[in-house]
């Protein structure tokens, strides 16, 4: 009881010096549990979508996948006959069957061609009106389609876009283009998470999304009074036969659940993930800040082990603190996080993704988590300062505040840091010279790892030396200002490690992700400068495959040389070991596709994979199946016949683009496959007659402003989009790291101020000799730019090196390309300084108003 008295009573004396840890505790538990908030959020929001949405029992064709969406490569939806209705309305069980039909492959645009597609990623659904989404949609303006020129469209997509009654929009499909004005808008009843949908009457949607009529891509089946979903199904498919799918609503709901739980995962990992290391960053911040209180307290501490108090009482005493710190940054954090899912929900519905707060979930085991995670983090943090503090005899308490350092300790110290450093530099070594990427990547992690834990420990014997050379480069031109400022950093080299190993952290992973971004950028651009041998390719950006009516439009755009086509499907192979390979894909293109995309061959040469009955293989396929020129494979197409093709050429498996590709002709895939079960194109690619390159790009934009969902782009600004999407990752996760770096500079913050506090008396004396406010700010300023540039150095430093060793084993991939993006390291080094500066602004303002008099007399 005592101790938790002493503990509580030094707490509330120093709530002040402890305000910044807990807010390190605060942030990073928000982060965990904003994390698991907005997430379980999601997968309520989908758990009520997919289970008000299902029916009873559902059946489709054989061929959809447990989504129901489309799977079919001819960019049609997987259909059944009509007859299948009235064959399901004679199963027992029954109360009612209504057969729909529905596409996600489609894209609808208003009457300007202007998408009206969700910009979330979510999908464009074009349906049948149906009794089934009338449970979960209720018209709020108009009346449902009932005929051809008539499509109902979602409240929410009318909203996004200003449609209204009467306007005209356009379903473009693989079977064309229909258009219709609006006759309805329906509001969900449930929250719709972002995907736009569009209703025509069954008719229409037939005709417009399959091209036939009396077909169905779904069977809506409800149960009657008493009987199961499950033995509706059982009924339904003792009816049926095995040819078709059906599924209960359970099963219906938890295959869709499914669907987004894989990207709902790595989301919620990732940011879990990016929250572990503000963690790591917050347990520096609590370290120091413990050590320094510990170290102020050195006489208080002397005193009491002089009156009686034990090592243990001691140590208790100050993990008490630590205890209480952790409690209420947890419990405020909790709260925070809370906070922190609403504001990202709110944020996603900006983006197009609808998420309500009605929705919004808090299970019992996210305030747990982060309490506990809270409390653990920061009580171990402390222990050492803990441990240290228990070990101050009543001898002190005759000294000036400051345990004297240990330097048996520190050499120990010293020698297990380098040890850890060159295990982890003989890691990354071993990751470079690696011959397998797999193999590498674990030397990588583990290299990282070392590395990193190394760097942590030999911090405080690294700042010496580095700090005296900053402060030679950048604070002697400051005069005796700046020398103290650089001695200040040196007066307590373990602190300043730690302070500055917090902001390392997180410039690490910035160097080390903005070097593999930048050889991942400069190494793709440099395939295609070498490998792309045509001008334009032609493709959307959202998967769609490329109509029949495109691909019409493009070549009769003037000003090109040629039109290659580009389609690929799955086949089952039995090569000549035997061995039968199910569904493996094979690429078939026009035979203009060697000229456009210029891959290394090992063996034969790649166009006479194009001439009738021959395929090429890539290097690996062959050594694995012991494949050679004039091998024949036995290639059985899904929808079609089997075909004996023989091996004209052996493609080098080093390539980056269309990497692993086995390559036919379009012309030896129609011999086997029937016209309408050929695949549509994946992509198209068109090169430009001599000269004409500016004008054939302006006909191929003019050809397709029909298809809006196909992007035409020039080598240029296929290299623009790539290095745009590699952008935007690595923004997102600079975006995820600000936290840990808010941390450290919280850190720097926290370290600057406990130092004013420990050198009150000093600054008193300085101020009492003629050093005016101005030149103490400037060198508490300088002080804090010195230790943010010493983190900033090792950090960089250490994330170059980690990125580099990546590209090594990128380039076992063939991104064999180093590029060091110097402007980043340059510019993030520099923004340091400024990190520097606004951390000691506070800091400094208050040793500037320190009374000289009082300062003086403090003990």
């Known amino acids: 009881m005592t101790v938790m008295k002493t503990s509580m009573r030094n707490f509330l004396a120093h709530k002040g010096r402890m305000a910044l840890s807990a807010i390190a505790v605060l942030l990073s ?79 609808v645009v208003d009457a300007d061609k202007d998408s009206l597609s969700p910009t979330s990623g979510g999908p464009t659904i074009v349906g049948s009106w149906n009794n089934n ?25 009318a909203d996004k876009h200003d449609l209204k009654l009467g306007d005209e929009i356009g379903v473009i499909s693989a079977i064309g283009t229909h258009t219709a004005k609006i006759s309805g808008i329906a509001d969900f009843t449930v929250t719709n998470p972002g995907a736009a949908i569009f209703y025509l009457d069954t008719e229409t949607a037939q005709r417009t ?9 779904n069977v809506n089946v409800t149960a009657a009074a008493g009987v199961s979903d499950a033995q509706l199904k059982k009924n339904v498919t003792a009816e049926l036969g095995g040819d078709f799918q059906v599924q209960t609503a359970k099963e219906a709901a938890d295959a869709n659940q499914k669907e987004v739980a894989g990207f709902m995962n790595v989301m919620k990992y990732a940011m879990l993930g990016f929250a572990g290391i503000a963690f790591l960053v917050g347990i520096f911040l609590i370290i120091n800040t413990f050590s320094m209180l510990v170290a102020q307290r050195t006489r208080e501490i002397g005193l009491m082990r002089a009156i009686g108090s034990s090592r243990k009482q001691v140590n208790r005493s100050v993990l008490a603190e630590a205890l209480l710190l952790g409690v209420v940054g947890s419990v405020l954090g909790v709260g925070a996080g809370v906070g922190l899912a609403i504001g990202l929900m709110k944020l996603m519905g900006q983006i197009g993704m609808e998420l309500s707060t009605d929705d919004l979930t808090v299970a019992w085991t996210t305030p747990v988590v982060g309490l506990v995670l809270g409390v653990i983090v920061t009580v171990l943090a402390a222990y050492l300062p803990a441990r240290r503090a228990g070990k101050i005899s009543p001898m002190a308490a005759l000294r000036d505040a400051g345990a004297p350092a240990d330097a048996k300790a520190g050499w120990i110290r010293a020698a297990i840091g380098t040890v850890l450093t060159g295990t982890g530099g003989l890691a990354l070594y071993l990751a470079a010279a690696a011959d397998k990427a797999t193999d590498g990547s674990l030397w990588l992690g583990l290299g990282v790892v070392l590395t990193l834990i190394g760097f942590v420990v030999i911090g405080p014997l690294l700042a010496g030396g580095v700090v005296r050379v900053l402060g030679a480069v950048l604070l002697r031109m400051f005069g005796p200002v700046g020398r103290m400022a650089e001695r200040n950093a040196l007066r307590n080299p373990r602190r300043t490690g730690a302070t500055g190993a917090a902001l390392m952290i997180g410039l690490a992973l910035v160097a080390c992700l903005s070097v593999v971004g930048s050889s991942m950028v400069a190494s793709a651009t440099d395939q295609l400068d070498k490998t792309v041998g045509t001008d334009f390719i032609i493709q959307s950006d959202s998967g769609q495959l490329v109509t029949p009516q495109a691909v019409e439009a493009v070549k009769s755009s003037p000003d090109l040389a040629r039109v290659t086509e580009y389609k690929w499907t799955k086949a089952d192979f039995t090569t000549p070991d035997g061995k039968t390979l199910k569904d493996t894909a094979i690429t078939a293109a026009d035979p203009s596709y060697a000229t456009d995309l210029r891959t290394e061959t090992v063996a034969g040469k790649l166009p006479d994979a194009y001439k009738p009955d021959s395929m090429s293989v890539h290097e690996k396929f062959a050594e694995d199946h012991g494949i050679s020129l004039g091998s024949k494979i036995k290639v059985a197409f899904k929808d079609g016949s089997a075909a004996d093709l023989t091996v004209r050429a052996i493609t080098s498996s080093d390539v980056v683009i269309d990497a692993g590709a086995m390559y036919m002709s379009i012309s030896t895939m129609a011999k086997y496959v029937p016209a309408d079960k050929m695949p549509l194109d994946s992509l198209v690619f068109a090169s430009a007659k001599e000269g004409q390159t500016d004008a054939a790009y302006k006909s191929l934009k003019s050809a397709l402003h029909d298809y809006p969902q ?15 999407q590699i952008g935007q990752l690595l923004n ?7 936290l840990a770096i808010i941390v450290a500079i919280l850190g720097v913050v926290n370290t600057l101020a406990l130092s004013v506090v420990e050198r009150t008396r000093e600054i008193g004396l300085m101020r009492a000799i003629g050093l005016s406010r101005r030149q103490l700010r400037r060198m508490i300023r300088m002080e804090s730019v010195v230790i943010a540039l010493f983190g900033a150095l090792l950090g960089l430093g250490l994330g170059m090196g980690w990125g580099a060793t990546a590209q090594q084993l990128l380039a076992l991939e063939g991104l064999m390309v180093l590029d060091i993006p110097w402007p980043t390291i340059i510019g993030v080094f520099i923004s340091s300084a400024f990190v520097g500066l606004f951390a000691a602004l506070i800091p400094a303002f208050r040793a500037g108003r320190m009374n000289v008099l009082n300062a003086i007399a403090t003990e």
């Open 710 to 724: 196909y992007t035409v782009r020039d080598q240029t600004d296929y290299k623009d989009a790539l290095k745009d």
């Open 29 to 107: 538990v928000a982060f965990v549990c904003g994390t698991l908030v907005f997430t379980d959020t999601m997968t309520t929001t989908f758990d009520k979508l997919f289970a008000a949405t299902s029916s009873d029992v559902t059946v489709s064709a054989k061929g959809a996948s447990d989504t129901g969406q489309t799977t079919a490569d001819n960019g049609k939806p997987p259909v059944m006959p009509a007859s299948v209705l009235g064959e399901v309305r004679k199963a027992q069980g029954v109360k009612s069957a209504e057969g729909t039909v529905f596409s996600t492959s489609v894209t």
């Open 209 to 217: 999304l399959v091209g036939e009529s009396d077909v169905y891509t």
């Open 732 to 738: 997102m996760i600079y975006g995820l790291l600000a």
């Open 133 to 157: 989404d009338a449970r979960t949609m209720k018209i709020t303006s108009g009346a449902a389609p009932k005929s051809a020129d008539q499509v109902m469209v979602d409240a929410d997509t």
